[in-house]
């Protein structure tokens, strides 16, 4: 098994980077993701995407989930590449990919990796839109359950 490139850059991600890493001579399938600013989230308008991350432990996290991915499925060699910074509308934000030696493998080791980035890396969207910026996924600890949350707390993380 490789180690999986894993990069945070606040230059956008080379999906050219990324295929030549995990192409090699028993791979017969290679599959990748992109992930790319939209204009439209939750029905507000985006402009503007700000993301952040706490980098030490984004990277140590995304190494991590390399290996257990690895560990499941045989053979594969992996490349996830995150930006941070502000993106416009159509940059890419992600690119992952997957090598195997057959599609099937690829395209699991392909989802696994951007799901599991998505639900485990300390890395924070913030989205910009007519109505001012806002985080994406954060909610005030200030707010039980219970209470409604159409109110505002200002701009804080």
Same mark, same amino acid.
């Given at each position: /098994? $490789?180690? *999986?490139?894993v990069a945070l850059r606040q230059e956008p991600p080379s999906i050219d980077e990324a295929v030549a890493y995990v192409k090699h001579a028993g791979a017969g399938a290679v599959c990748v993701f992109l992930g790319t600013v939209r204009d439209v989230n939750d029905g507000k308008p985006v402009a503007l995407l700000e993301?952040?991350?706490?980098? $030490? /432990?984004?990277l140590a996290e995304m190494r991590r989930i390399a290996g257990e991915i690895a560990g499941e499925i045989d053979g594969v060699r992996l490349a996830v590449l995150h930006r941070v910074g502000s993106l416009a509308v159509g940059d890419v934000a992600v690119v992952c990919a997957a090598s195997a030696p057959h599609r099937g493998e690829a395209y699991r080791a392909c989802r696994a990796? #951007?799901? &599991? =980035?998505? /639900? &485990? =890396? *300390? #890395?924070w969207k913030r989205e910009h839109g007519p109505d001012g910026a806002y985080w994406v996924g954060w909610q005030d600890a200030r707010c039980g359950d219970e209470h409604d949350h159409d109110h505002? %707390?200002?701009? %804080? *993380?």
């Open positions: /098994m $490789s180690e *999986p490139l993301y952040q991350a706490y980098e $030490s /432990m984004a990796l #951007i799901d &599991r =980035v998505k /639900m &485990r =890396v *300390p #890395i505002d %707390h200002g701009d %804080h *993380p």
